[in-house]
């Protein structure tokens, strides 16, 4: 399959290589931001395609960086049997899911998550023997020599094309005295876009 930047250079009839504007570096930074701008907009049964597992342990027993990360879709805490589904607490229990006393005390067959100063910590705490897994959604790195995006639906890669594109353009007409070149192509660029996105998330 041919490369993100051929794709782009296809639709907008533009050359990217050499150019000043749009350049590759900046076409990287619009393929990367449209991946994530249709991330935020999928529904949630398109989101797992999304998504990646990081282990939690002895040596890293927190998700740091929260908000760096896309939305939790599970939490999971091993209990040497099998792995159990984590319940989501707010973070004023903290206390309380560490307090045996408490009923909302969290145990290995009944573990929690909560999200606190920018980490998710799970109770009990994960070991080596007990692990724990959250699967969360990641925003990949789109490079302008990329022919396909991991962890994302193949269904919506197209989009990501189209909205690189339009970018490009709008980058492109910036620097340009006659825009009217530029407007039909972007407007017709905007609603396919449009378009295929709500075919996504119907």
Same mark, same amino acid.
């Given at each position: 399959?041919? /490369?993100?930047?051929?794709?782009?250079?296809?639709?907008?009839?533009?050359?990217?290589?050499?150019?000043?504007?749009?350049? %590759?570096?900046?076409? /990287?930074?619009?393929?990367?931001?449209?991946?994530?701008? *249709? *991330?935020?907009?999928?529904?949630?049964?398109?989101?797992?395609?999304?998504?990646?597992?990081?282990?939690?342990n002895s040596s890293?027993?927190?998700? /740091?960086?929260?908000? %760096?990360? @896309?939305?939790i879709l599970a939490?999971?805490?091993?209990?040497?049997?099998?792995?159990?589904?984590?319940?989501?607490?707010?973070?004023?229990?903290?206390?309380?899911?560490?307090?045996?006393?408490?009923?909302?005390?969290?145990?290995?067959?009944?573990?929690?998550?909560?999200?606190?100063?920018?980490?998710?910590?799970?109770?009990?705490?994960?070991?080596?023997?007990?692990?724990?897994?959250?699967?969360?959604?990641?925003?990949?790195?789109?490079?302008? @020599?990329?022919?396909?995006?991991?962890?994302?639906?193949?269904?919506?890669?197209?989009?990501?094309?189209?909205?690189?594109?339009?970018?490009?353009?709008?980058?492109?007409?910036?620097?340009?005295?006659?825009?009217?070149?530029?407007?039909?192509?972007?407007? %017709?660029?905007?609603?396919?876009?449009?378009?295929?996105?709500?075919?996504?998330?119907?």
């Amino acid at each position: 399959m041919a /490369t993100f930047e051929a794709q782009v250079e296809s639709l907008a009839s533009i050359a990217i290589s050499g150019s000043s504007t749009p350049n %590759q570096t900046q076409l /990287t930074q619009f393929l990367t931001d449209g991946a994530k701008e *249709i *991330i935020n907009s999928l529904p949630k049964s398109l989101l797992e395609d999304c998504a990646d597992v990081t282990t939690l342990n002895s040596s890293s027993p927190k998700l /740091t960086l929260v908000n %760096q990360k @896309g939305l939790i879709l599970a939490v999971l805490r091993n209990d040497q049997v099998i792995d159990q589904p984590c319940r989501f607490v707010s973070t004023y229990l903290r206390g309380k899911v560490q307090d045996s006393s408490e009923m909302d005390f969290a145990t290995k067959t009944d573990p929690a998550y909560l999200i606190y100063d920018n980490e998710l910590e799970v109770y009990p705490a994960p070991d080596n023997t007990e692990n724990a897994k959250v699967l969360h959604v990641v925003f990949p790195s789109v490079a302008f @020599g990329d022919s396909a995006i991991a962890n994302f639906p193949s269904e919506a890669e197209y989009l990501v094309v189209i909205y690189a594109t339009i970018k490009s353009l709008e980058a492109l007409y910036s620097g340009e005295e006659d825009i009217e070149l530029y407007i039909p192509i972007i407007n %017709q660029l905007k609603e396919d876009y449009k378009s295929g996105l709500a075919q996504l998330v119907r």
